[in-house]
């Protein structure tokens, strides 16, 4: 069967995965030869992702520590003090690396609406109109206030991360959008400038803080001389914007005391001073996988959500595998059958 790509598509969503798509939608069919499973680095490589996003290579560890003990161990990092029970190596510069996801994000849609015929519009997609079971516009309510506008659309990406869910069934209705269920789940950072550049490293952590309460934040230093550290998830509903998330006192001050009890370059007395406090939502999707395809029941109709704690990683792939299903009408970089909506 012959598949003649849409003309005019429209990506609700301007985090990892809408960013991606829509690179990848403006670079096609350049790209689709030079596939690779390293995206993220070939990426890097090209783009200058060094100096660009902050990427780099680093050595992951799970680290167990307990602040009731002294340990004779010595610390698997320079930085970290001698109350390290136990660690174990997750990934080494060969297998893991990190990127700053704002920058990332914020270069590729510069790249984008440097390509031709493309274009941004910022605000809120409302609803979406269709006729003889296709796709035929989206309406946004644009950020600026100025009046609803109707953008025509030969196909429709629903990149909403953790709003993808409720946006589904108002822009498809329960009977559809209802089965693309992703909800949000709170987390929290922080971000610290440490007086002194500390190694490459990312630690998952399972901490005995000094009072015996347990704790599991994870640390990522990053090469422009921060470190974030996140963890303290809890339950408050998503609001209906990101502009509208705003993170919890309690949970920020919980992260500075297990960022401080983790090594003392995290403490205010050595020096380290703050860069960001701030909150997330992860789009936890219903059925416990990502959702990437084409949706059932309205042609032109694609989602790319779902990615849980997985979506740094996995969102340039997810945008490359959306560009080539609109593009070409199937994926030929990875078998994404499984995490057909
Ligand atoms: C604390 C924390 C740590 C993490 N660590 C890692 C990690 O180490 N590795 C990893 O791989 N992943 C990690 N993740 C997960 C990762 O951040 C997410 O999976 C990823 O960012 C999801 O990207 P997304 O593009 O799907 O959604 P988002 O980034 O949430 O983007 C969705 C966008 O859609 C927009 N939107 C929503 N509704 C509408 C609408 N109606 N109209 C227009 N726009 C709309 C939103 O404003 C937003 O910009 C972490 C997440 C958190 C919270």
């Not at 370059?265 to 380290?272: I, L």
């Amino acid at each position: 069967m012959s598949h003649t790509p849409p003309k005019n598509i429209v990506i609700i969503g301007g985090g990892i995965v809408g960013v991606s798509t829509a690179y990848f939608l403006s670079k096609h069919p350049n790209l689709l030869s030079t596939m690779s499973f390293d995206l993220h680095k070939k990426l890097a490589d090209d783009f200058g992702g060094k100096e660009n996003w902050g990427y780099r290579a680093v050595d992951t560890l799970s680290v167990e520590t307990d602040a009731t003990t002294k340990s004779k161990k010595s610390p698997p990092v320079p930085w970290l003090p001698h109350h390290v029970v136990s660690s174990r190596t997750l990934g080494t510069v060969a297998s893991t690396a990190q990127v700053h996801p704002g920058k990332f994000t914020k270069f590729f849609s510069e790249k984008f609406l440097s390509q031709p015929n493309t274009s941004l519009l910022l605000g809120t997609a409302t609803a979406l109109a269709s006729s003889n079971g296709s796709v035929e516009s989206v309406l946004v309510s644009p950020r600026d206030g100025g009046a609803e506008t109707v953008v025509p659309a030969d196909a429709v990406v629903i990149a909403a991360g953790p709003w993808t869910g409720k946006l589904a069934i108002d822009l498809l209705g329960k009977d559809i959008g209802g089965k693309l269920g992703v909800e949000g789940h709170r987390a929290h950072s922080i971000v610290l400038k440490t007086k002194e550049e500390l190694t490459p490293h990312c630690l998952f952590t399972s901490m005995t803080m000094e009072d015996g309460s347990m704790a599991e934040p994870e640390c990522y230093t990053r090469p422009d001389g921060t470190t974030y550290i996140c963890g303290a998830g809890d339950n408050e509903p998503l609001p209906a914007t990101a502009a509208e998330i705003a993170p919890s006192p309690s949970a920020i001050a919980k992260l500075y005391k297990q960022a401080a009890s983790l090594s003392p370059v995290f403490d205010p007395a050595n020096g380290a001073t703050t860069q960001a406090e701030q909150a997330c939502y992860l789009p936890i999707p219903d059925r416990g996988r990502p959702l990437i395809g084409k949706v059932r029941g309205l042609d032109g109709v694609y989602v790319g959500s779902g990615l849980s704690c997985w979506g740094i990683t996995q969102g340039p792939g997810t945008g490359l595998c959306l560009a080539e299903l609109l593009v070409d009408g199937k994926v030929t970089s990875a078998d994404i059958t499984k995490l057909a909506p």
